[in-house]
């Protein structure tokens, strides 16, 4: 997570662990429970047997009969022509919910990886559709071209990324699918259709967010930017003086997030601008930082007035530090470490109530006492006209939820999911949440149809749905 160099985690752990002896001379210690988790990878495997895959966050799991890692596009067709039961395509297995799992046939996009081509002219290239977002930018400096927008994390497969609409943070930017100028989408019956906003329109607008229910997309155009700097500004501040200053902030700088610390006043900001001349590194990233958080919550949280005690750790030995500061090429900047595992759940509401939604949420955490620490992470996408992309028609404000990998996430995120739905979010398709296709098609309203019957066609037997897709499209 992105955390300022001062938050040195030994100081403020001893800081926490000092108030919390402090809090319980002559009291009494009260709500000391072991934390309820979840089972966690690896699963058990035996030999012989089909060898079982589990996302990166390890809450979604299966064990394929049979598993393909085509190197080609004509292999991809073949696979897709042959492959028995349900076929499902996996990349960095980076989704929170469960797009991926099949006991059938599981596809593999590794393989077809790197640059196909560029045009120096018109600052597009077109790549492979399992191509890790860590390779692509460094593949795309090498030719003077950058990805105009990045996520906080680079380990996404750039199919698996557009599929869901991945996206990073700055009102002037949209997702991750608005970048793509073309692209080719192997269909279940082994046709390769091509299709940009000219050439198969329609096909071109349901895949560039598709949740992988149309075929398999082998390659991508994007369109990229001349490759650029970046200068990154992390602080500490206030989060009601934040909100209270939003739109100026967007204003102000290229890209602008914020993480509110739950059960604090406390929040992380993080402003991104083109480098300057003089810009150099201050600090730097520490990606056990959340871990520091969790041991000074986990210290004191137990004690009566431990959100009293959580808060004056943080504003003590917090507030007022000096930024973090990161610059260099835009690829480097962009993402940060992830080293924790966690689960997220996150939902896009329209831009203009982001600040009401995130109040609401901070309250209720607060006010029902949610034992809970990992901080919210609040950002802005400019709209778009993809049919299924969480920012179709509006500009939207994205605010995610997590918790540890090790905790049982399901009691806090019951809580949070309906407030999304009071400030009418339509919900990440990567990430947790409980929404079915009645629902959805509530929140899509101008072209949920339009998929639908793109879909029916190009996967008339369903063969690329799972559970969890049958789930969503009602099929």
Known sequence: MKFPRTMNRRTVLRAGTALAAGAATGGVLQGCSPEVTEP?????????????????????????????????EVEVIDVLRNAKGTVRAAGASHSFSAVVPTDDTLVSTDLLSGLVRHDPTTQQAEIWAGTRMHALGPMLHSVGQALPNMPDMDYLAMGGAIANSAHATGTGFGSMSSYVAGLALATPSGELIECSATRNPEVFQ?????????????????????????????????????????????????????MPLLHSDLCVTIATDLAQPGDKDEGEDDPQAINTLRSVFNAVRWLPGG??????????????????????????VFPHVRVVRFREMEYTVPAEVGPACVREI?????????PVCFPLEYRYIKADDI?????????????????FGDVDFKPYFAEIEPIFWK???????????????RRLAALYPRHWKDFQEVRRALDPQGRLLNAHLKTLFGA
């Open 362 to 370: 901070l309250a209720t955490v607060k006010q029902r006492n949610i």
């Open 423 to 437: 400030y009418e979010g339509r919900p990440h398709w990567g990430k947790i949440h409980t929404l079915d296709a």
């Open 307 to 332: 959100d009293a005690l959580y808060n004056q750790a943080l504003t003590t030995f917090m507030a007022g530090d000096a930024s973090t500061v990161r610059t260099g090429p835009s690829f480097q």
């Open 206 to 258: 349901a895949a560039r967010t598709s949740v992988g229910a149309l075929g398999i997309v082998t390659r991508f155009t994007l369109q990229n930017d001349k490759a650029f700097a970046l200068t990154e500004v992390n602080r500490v501040e206030t989060t009601e003086d934040v909100l209270a200053d939003i739109d100026n902030r967007c204003r102000q700088h290229r890209h602008f997030e914020f």
């Open 40 to 72: 966690q990878a690896p699963l058990p495997f035996t030999s012989g047997k089909p060898l079982p895959w589990t996302n990166w966050a390890g809450n979604q799991a299966c064990t394929p009969a049979a598993r393909a890692v085509p190197a080609s």
């Open 387 to 403: 049919w299924l992309s969480m920012f179709e028609g509006r500009d939207g404000c994205s605010i995610s939820v997590h918790q």
